[in-house]
């Protein structure tokens, strides 16, 4: 990681590459791994977080047996070779979201505000850019946001758009692009190479800078002389070109980490560009364990699809009689429920690479937290009284996994994400207006009896944002870290 | 009628007549008569009398007031059935209401006083509360910039402002003083009067130019904006004259408002920034290394100058035109110094001339007065007009997604870019440009929904084996073909419906069963059976279908919500989709989609939209004619609820063409849209309206429509709120002597973003800048006429180094007389925003 991507060119388009894809992205990696030494320091906790599109069928989801004996209903099938690894959550409330249109209060859990275009603002900061506003400045990159299709055009009941594709939000009023090709997920994280895996050549440091301090100079010197409205705009370019600074800042300067990733990804080839959605999918979640795995960044949200998604399944799902998933939510039960379980069984197969990936000791899996998740609890009706989430791994030995916990009324998904971010040593007193972590992560039995919960504040949209806008407050670290009743490691 | 209405009340009350009894003689005549029907939230007609508890609170509506006045004093109320109203009671009753329906309230005297003492402390500097900055609001005229009154005077009625305190920051607290109950009255009361006020004045034949001083409304009138990436990949191409880049190299631009373009929805963050600035070096890459016979011949003329000159000069030489392009500047103020010094550097190091100079160039692509449509024009707070350059840049970017030319950009360094005749004179020039291509890709791709195939729409492949990404580009070039012919020709806008052409690549031909065409180039031909006009266009057919058929409700449901202008509410959200394309089940289409319409719920709508759908049935997934389906006949035979019958393709355009006014009105609505890059706000109204009122005599042509968007306020004005140090020399004010009152009383500086922004006496703001007119090339410029001059300069420094001040502000803007003035104004709009 020598070189920011952006500044070293891409020297083919390769639109419509005709090669077949068979991108063994990870096993490339595996050679590699032996002939790294082994770092001292403990390996850190990483955060992928798997989100698909229209619910759930809930009757083929929750298991009837709570506890470590848990059944996996039709939906949850894939899970079998995983079923030790994996968290069963029910009863998870998120105020934040509801029908199809307010998918974009999934990981901020804060209602919005209903706007076609103008003024659009996701209610608070999503935990996701909690996490990577305090331990992605130990990474290239704080995090990374994935997507597999672009922005969909439109508005459904007074909302944009855009609020079925964005998630993640580092401010009130500052959604964050996601990435959907592959290839250029790719070149972010390591750099343009060419198809052996080489690096190709890149422009001096020097130019780097001096082109970076240019823009700069230039966006101060032009901010003043705009209305206060334009200068608004013009802060999020500057934002962005701090951002840009902040990734050459990083490769140049000494890396402090404790804790080396085994493997590093001088030789892996880039992607190609997928042809299908299966293939762009696989490439993704692919390249997020990649991501993970060579400590490129610890935080990652990936959208399988947009919310609302109608995309054809035909060819990935079999036995469909219908291919449109939202379709098929409304109108085909078995259909719905089989493209839910190919969800689930995505989400598997990624648990399944990392649990794969040995961190001396510790597998990858062992070291993350893995959710899978969606923003209603029923797609037919768009029902969102509570919202279906499984979690894989451990986080560094702090989660007891391997059970269902169904909780009663009234716990909500903002105390399941606050126990997320301490146990990324986020120092966060709350979030979203739980101040209590989800009881028994770490082992233990979900309480009958309904906790309290002060409700969540959602942040007014008429306010403009402060660019530090903090839905997480910092917290005592005696708080931070949670005691450890699990199994192993 | 209420403002006549007043002045009667007003000469009578001059007249001379009785005082006006108290309102302890009227309460009991109220509650006898008036408030067994008007009382509570659901009193007749709205009228709510028993609010009025007391006389402060009755005489808090002197609207309502003048309606009572009027209605009991015309013997209409009350209803003769209901009440009835004794000779004495009633004359007071009048008499009182007349009273109170016109208060004496005058700005200055009275109301300003109170804003002062009770608003002010909070309301103004950098930040202050709704956005609402009440400094600079002084007398009658300013009071009429504000649209929101009504916000306002709820929150005073309802006691919830003022608020006793406000915390400014962890030191500061201001303290407000409480309003006394007559003052509230007073207060709500002409509010109230000025909301009948502001609903007079905001008309579209009125002259004045109306602003929103509230930023809840501001929201729509951002002007500055990222470019999409198609504009982007347009740019570099008319910079360099070769095509450089693809939109593709750039990530999605989303939506707000239908349109890529909208400004409030083209976000930045990191990664899109770091996109660009890949794709810049890239694009350069490709102009510098091609071997195309374009791309050498493109990077021939570009380097010719570094034939005979010393290369640091030639560089310099290069890049002038280049940098006053992109940035959309006056030959004056473009400055190639900054991109030149980086190559200087490269050059010093023993870079080739060439890669010197691709560095410089990335460096001014990567700029935001590249990146981004800004005006860096200032003025006073309020709607000013767009700059002459920002004009250009504005024109360019709507008519053909792209920078401005040269002939543009003259016309902007003469100043003429403010007149509504020479923006028009400049857009019918552009409009014959080929350039205008872009407007067809990004208006009328958009306007069909085409932009969606290929990525969130793809038939399915194996139903589909024809369709292609060929095929699909093929089908999106039609359209931007045939949208650029209606505005390029200036064609009537009825096209949309039928015209008698069409354009056709060799594969697009063979698609739709036509021989005789050759070759991948787009062209006009005689239209096919059942096609030309946008109903027979592949892309938009396509577009309305499921990924493994056609669809009769999208179809349906595009017709009706698009181009006959129908707003549909949402399906309930426990209706299921319907099984379209459910092999097991033996019942036709059209009876299960019957079926479905049984239902009371569903059929209200579906009523509507299937029938529309049904008569393009002869239409497959992919926009091919077709007789048969699965073996049967199609049926598209179609019925509106009303009995219009509407079959087939020809059916359908019958309807649409009696329809056409709601159509066009659509069309003129999304076409403003676009020119704006934003939502229509309700007081957007006036472009669509007055071209809606052109175009039925002008025969629809498709000139009339742009004449209009390009003349109207809304396209050459933008909302300018000035950065707080520069507003208008106005400064922070707090109450002389605010009770209690701690630290609240001194000027509070509060730094902005970087840089920081220091609050500037009002002594000091007004310094010897240069004239409005004195740009170092033109010295003896005039002022530019018509219009009073309401900006300053652009305060540029004369060259070299634009940049070497960054922490400069820019001059303030001129004082007093500095007012904007136009010839029409935005107006209340039935149809705001998302009718979608």
């Known amino acids: 990681m020598s070189q920011p991507s952006w500044l070293i060119p891409r020297r083919t388009l390769l639109r419509g590459a005709v090669a077949a894809l068979g991108l063994p992205l990870l096993e490339c990696m595996r050679p590699l791994a032996a002939s790294e030494p082994a770092s001292a320091g403990k390996p850190p906790v990483r955060t992928l977080m798997l989100y698909f599109a229209n619910g759930v069928p809930p009757d083929a989801w929750f298991p009837k047996k709570s506890g470590s004996q848990f059944d996996l209903p039709q939906c949850l099938a894939p899970l079998a070779p995983i079923r030790d690894e994996v968290l069963v959550f029910k009863g998870l409330k998120n105020p934040g979201v509801g029908s199809h249109e307010n998918a974009h209060g999934y990981f901020t859990c804060l209602k919005s505000k209903p706007t076609t275009g103008a003024d659009i603002a996701g209610g608070g900061v999503s935990m996701d850019q909690v996490m990577a506003k305090a331990v992605g400045q130990d990474t290239p990159l704080p995090s990374i946001e994935i997507g597999t299709e672009p922005p969909p055009f439109g508005d459904q009941k007074g909302y944009s758009a855009q609020y079925f594709h964005y998630m993640s939000w580092a401010s009130p009023t500052e959604p964050m692009a996601r990435e959907i090709n592959p290839r250029a997920l790719f070149e972010r994280m390591f750099g ?69 990733p085994r493997t590093k990804p001088e030789l892996v080839p880039p992607p190609l560009d997928p042809k299908t959605y299966g293939e762009r999918l696989q490439l993704m979640l692919d390249l997020a364990v990649l991501a993970l795995q060579t400590d490129t960044t610890r935080v990652i949200t990936l959208l399988m699809t947009n919310e609302a998604s109608d995309r054809s399944y035909s060819g990935l799902v079999p036995g469909l009689t219908v291919f449109g998933h939202h379709t098929c939510s409304h109108s085909e039960p078995k259909g719905y429920a089989a493209i839910t379980t190919w969800q689930v069984a ?32 029923d797609g037919r009706s768009h029902n969102a009284d509570h919202t279906p989430m499984l979690m894989a791994g451990r986080a560094g030995g702090t989660i007891a996994p391997g059970r269902y916990l169904p909780y009663p009324q009234g716990t909500t998904l903002s105390s399941l994400y606050l126990g997320m971010l301490r146990r990324m040593g986020v120092p966060a007193k709350s979030f979203a207006g739980a101040t209590d972590e989800l009881p028994a992560l770490s082992g233990g039995d979900p309480p009958q009896e309904k906790p309290k919960e002060k409700p969540p504040e959602s942040i007014k949209p008429s306010e403009p944002a402060k660019p530090g806008a903090k839905a997480a407050e910092p917290a005592t670290p005696a708080a931070a870290k949670p005691p450890v009743t699990g199994k192993k490691p | 009628m209420s403002i006549q209405l007043l002045l009667v009340v007003m000469c009578a009350a001059i007249a001379g007549e009785a005082p006006p009894p108290d309102f302890s003689r009227i309460q009991p005549i109220l509650a006898a008569t008036c408030l067994s029907c008007h009382t509570g939230d659901k009193a007749k007609g709205g009228v709510n009398l028993a609010a009025f508890k007391d006389d402060g609170l009755a005489r808090e509506n002197p609207v309502l007031w003048a309606k009572v006045a009027v209605s009991v004093g015309d013997g209409e109320m009350p209803p003769s059935k209901a009440k009835s109203l004794a000779a004495a009671d009633k004359a007071d009753l009048v008499r009182y209401a007349k009273e109170l329906s016109s208060p004496k309230l005058d700005f200055v005297a009275d109301i300003h006083p109170l804003l002062v003492t009770h608003c002010l402390p909070c309301h103004q500097g950098p930040k202050p ?13 300013d009071a009429d910039r504000v649209l929101n009154w009504g916000t306002y005077r709820e929150l005073i009625a309802a006691g919830k402002m003022p608020q006793k305190s406000r915390k400014l920051n962890d030191k500061e607290t201001i303290t407000v003083p409480p309003l006394a109950a007559a003052d509230r009255a007073k207060l709500v009361a002409w509010i109230r009067m000025q909301e009948k006020r502001l609903e007079k004045l905001l008309d579209c034949s009125d002259n004045g130019v109306r602003d929103d001083q509230a930023s809840n409304q501001q929201v729509g009138m951002v002007y500055s904006r990222r470019l999409t990436r198609r504009e982007w990949a347009n740019s570099l191409r008319d910079l360099f004259g070769a095509d450089i880049a693809d939109p593709q190299m750039l990530p999605g631009d989303g939506a707000g408002a239908g349109f890529d373009n909208a400004g409030a929805a083209l976000f930045n963050n990191t990664m899109f920034l770091e996109k660009y600035l890949t794709a810049n070096d890239q694009a350069l890459r490709t102009l510098l290394d091609g071997t195309a016979p374009a791309l050498v011949a493109a990077r021939t003329q570009l380097l010719s100058p570094l034939a005979g000159a010393a290369p640091a000069q030639a560089i310099r030489t290069i890049l002038k035109p280049l940098v006053r392009r992109a940035f959309r500047q006056s030959a004056a103020a473009a400055d190639p110094e900054p991109y030149a010094k980086l190559a200087d550097q490269a050059l010093a190091r023993g870079d080739a001339p060439p890669s010197a100079l691709r560095l410089a160039l990335v460096g001014m692509l990567n700029s935001p007065r590249f990146l981004y449509l800004v005006d860096e024009t200032s003025g006073r707070k309020g709607m000013i007009p767009l700059s002459d350059h920002a004009m250009a840049g504005r024109l360019a970017a709507f008519l053909w997604s792209s920078l401005p030319d040269e002939q543009l950009l003259e016309a902007a360094d003469r100043k003429e870019l403010r007149e509504p005749d020479a923006i028009a004179a400049q857009a019918k020039r552009m409009l014959a440009d080929q350039r205008v291509r872009g407007l067809g890709e990004g208006f009328g791709v958009q306007f069909l929904g085409c932009n969606v195939l290929g990525s969130l729409k793809t038939p399915d492949p194996k139903i589909f084996p024809e369709y292609t990404e060929d095929l699909q580009r093929s089908m999106q070039a039609e359209v931007a073909a045939f949208f650029a012919h209606l505005f390029s020709a200036d064609r009537p806008l009825t096209d949309v419906i039928s015209s008698d052409y069409q354009f056709v690549d060799e594969r697009l031909a063979k698609h739709y069963g036509m021989a005789g065409v050759t070759g991948p180039a787009m062209r006009q031909v005689k239209a096919a059976p059942h096609r030309g006009g946008i109903l027979g266009m592949a892309g938009l057919l396509t577009a309305t279908s499921a990924p493994d058929r056609s669809s009769v409700v999208l179809r349906g449901k595009y017709v009706l919500t698009k181009l006959l202008n129908v707003k549909m509410p949402e399906p309930p959200n426990d209706v299921g989709a319907l099984p379209e394309n459910d092999a097991v089940n033996h019942q036709t289409l059209r009876q299960r989609l019957e079926q479905h319409r049984s239902r009371a719920d569903c059929m209200s709508c579906h009523q509507k939209m299937d029938p529309l759908g049904f008569a393009l049935e002869h239409f497959d997934g992919i926009g091919r004619w077709r007789d048969r389906e699965d073996g049967h006949p199609i049926d598209d035979q179609a019925a509106m609820p009303d009995g219009t019958d509407i079959t087939g393709i020809d059916g359908l355009r019958r309807l649409l063409n009696e329809r056409k006014t709601d159509l066009i009105k659509r069309l003129a609505r999304d076409l403003t849209v676009y020119a704006l890059a934003r939502d229509l706000t309700k007081y957007d109204r006036c472009p ?31 909302m300018y709120q000035p950065v707080w140090d520069q507003n208008g020399g106005s400064k922070i004010i707090r109450p002389k002597k605010p009770p209690a009152s701690g630290p609240a009383a001194q000027p509070t500086e509060k730094p902005g973003p970087a840089p920081p922004i220091k609050p500037q006496p009002e002594a000091t703001a007004k310094p010897a800048a240069p004239a409005p007119s004195a740009t170092p090339a033109k010295p003896a410029a005039p002022a530019p006429s018509a219009t009073p001059a309401p900006l300053a300069t652009p305060a540029k420094p004369a060259a070299p180094a634009p940049s070497a001040a960054p922490e400069k502000p820019a001059a303030p803007g001129a004082p007093a007389q500095a007012k904007p003035s136009a010839t029409a104004a935005h107006t209340a709009s039935p149809k705001p925003s998302n009718s979608k």
């Open chain 2, 129 to 141: 509360p709704g956005g609402m900055d009440l400094v600079w609001m002084k007398n009658q005229e």
């Open chain 1, 346 to 377: 995505q989400f598997v197969k990624v648990c399944q690479k990392m649990r794969a990936i040995d961190e001396g000791g510790s597998s990858l899996l062992d070291n993350s937290m893995v959710t899978l998740g969606t923003a209603m609890l």
């Open chain 1, 192 to 260: 343009a190479k060419d198809a052996q895996g080489r690096p190709l050549p890149s422009r001096p440091a020097a130019d780097d800078r001096s082109l970076i301090d240019l823009a700069l100079g230039e966006a101060k010197s032009l901010r003043p002389k705009l209305g206060t409205r334009d200068a608004n705009k013009l802060d999020e370019y500057l934002e962005a070109l701090r951002g840009v600074e902040r990734r050459v800042e990083f490769s140049s300067r000494p890396d402090t980490r404790t804790w080396r």
């Open chain 2, 688 to 718: 669509v309206d007055a071209a809606m009122a052109r175009l039925p005599q002008a025969g629809w042509k498709a000139s009339v429509l742009i004449d209009e968007i390009v003349r109207s306020d809304a396209f050459r004005l933008r």
